[in-house]
């Protein structure tokens, strides 16, 4: 048995829709068990009344308290320990859930929806952002990501609860999932999907919403895998005391020595506690995932 949570803000368009498809899904997967959540994240409009009007089990906030929250709050609620979480807005393929399922009691910790097609990549300005964001979690994670941030997946509850306080209430819980997956060793699996035209007004700020996401990202690379971010400084000092050197000897500046000699005694400083960031990690990661 499953439980499926759906955060929704603002939905009442699509949101009797959401849950109809979910629940034949259930009923296809598991006969009459299984159970569809709705966290109404203090929807101004009809959300929470049509949700509960359609059967699923309703949460609601008493103010907007963020996409990741929400999710938070769904698989708190959840009777089952396998979790699938999906959009309220009509964008994903909830048809795709048997898919995911079947793929994840293969072993996997976690399946998600890679999502294709011309609505995914929308406008140029944001695939370039999407893909900036991409890259940076491959290079922190050290592996090829299909898809950072789907909102269709699904996971074991017992398993992701035990990162709810390092995951964001924000857009990026589902990057800050991925991320903290794949640096603690979990199976990930990623299986395409059809990605929808959205049903109504997005509630994606682009530009903002792109910054939190890269702060996050900033973040998770101290929190998980911190000598990836000083090895970056660690490069660039290098190269500036080589630079530096180099100009040296060309136009015997003396300053160009000492700059270079500087800066490489600066690579070494940062490269040392670099060495101190991953034992402090090992040391937090231990105390926290081996109560």
């Known amino acids: 048995m499953i439980s499926i949570v759906i955060p929704a803000y ?17 009923a296809k997967l598991f006969g009459n068990e299984g159970e569809v959540i709705v966290v109404d994240d203090c929807s101004k409009d009809k959300t929470y009344e049509l949700a509960k009007q359609a059967g699923a ?8 308290a963020g996409y990741g929250r929400s999710l938070k709050d769904g698989i708190n609620k959840a009777k089952y320990d396998i979790i699938v979480i999906t959009d309220s807005d009509g964008t994903y393929p909830i048809e795709s859930i048997p898919d995911l399922y079947n793929e994840y009691v293969k072993g996997f910790d976690m399946v998600v929806g890679a999502r294709q097609g011309k609505n ?11 893909n900036i964001l991409k890259s940076l979690v491959q290079y922190t994670a050290g592996r090829k990501i299909d898809d950072i941030n789907s909102g269709l997946r699904i996971f074991s509850k017992a398993t992701i609860t035990k990162y ?4 964001c209430d ?22 395409p999907i059809s990605y929808h035209k959205r049903v109504g007004k997005s509630h ?10 890269l702060q996050y990202i900033v973040e998770a690379i101290l929190f998980y895998n911190p000598i990836k971010l000083f090895l970056i400084f660690c490069f660039s000092t290098f190269f500036i005391s080589l630079l530096s050197l180099a100009v040296g000897f060309i136009f015997q500046i003396k300053s160009a020595f ?15 506690l670099g060495m101190v960031s991953v034992l402090l990690k090992q040391i937090l990661f231990n105390s926290r995932f081996n109560k």
Do not use: W
Not at 57 to 64: G, I, K, S
Not at 120 to 130: A, G
Not at 164 to 167: H, N, Q, R
């Open 10 to 26: 603002n939905e009442e368009e699509v949101i009797v829709d959401t849950i109809q498809r979910c629940q034949q899904i259930l």
């Open 57 to 64: 089990v309703v949460l609601t906030h008493p103010h907007n």
């Open 120 to 130: 995914y990549d929308e406008s140029f300005k944001k695939k370039i952002l999407r």
């Open 164 to 167: 709810f306080d390092t995951l």
């Open 170 to 191: 924000t857009f990026s819980f589902t990057t800050s999932v991925t991320l903290a997956y794949m640096m603690t060793g979990k199976y990930v699996k990623y299986i």
């Open 204 to 213: 994606v700020k682009l530009f903002k919403d792109t910054l939190r996401t």
């Open 258 to 272: 000492y700059m270079s000699v500087g800066s490489l005694l600066v690579t070494f400083i940062l490269f040392g």
